[in-house]
């Protein structure tokens, strides 16, 4: 049962640092690919914006709900058995 609850923290570390290193990755490059974009056509600046705003919120959206998992499996771990 020890390890049991050794290996969930474990796991939740991972989802959690997996998840951080890909969020912050995927933004990297989408800031990135904006602005070669936004060099090469100013004038689409405000519509690329817009569009580059709201997929960093969806990424981080998929982050934070790797975090709640992670947090769901840390402190409501259903992978234990009620005793």
């Known amino acids: 049962m020890e390890n049991v609850l050794g290996l969930v923290a474990l796991a939740c570390g991972l989802i959690v640092g997996l998840g951080a290193v890909g969020a912050s990755i995927g933004i990297a490059l989408m800031g990135g690919k904006f602005l070669e974009s936004s060099a090469r056509q100013p004038e689409l600046m405000n519509d690329l914006q817009t569009k580059m705003f ?16 992670a947090l769901l499996f840390a402190f409501a ?7």
């Open 54 to 69: 709201i997929l960093a919120g969806l990424i981080d959206a998929a982050f934070l709900i790797g975090v709640a998992i």
């Open 77 to 83: 771990n259903p992978f234990t058995l009620a005793a």
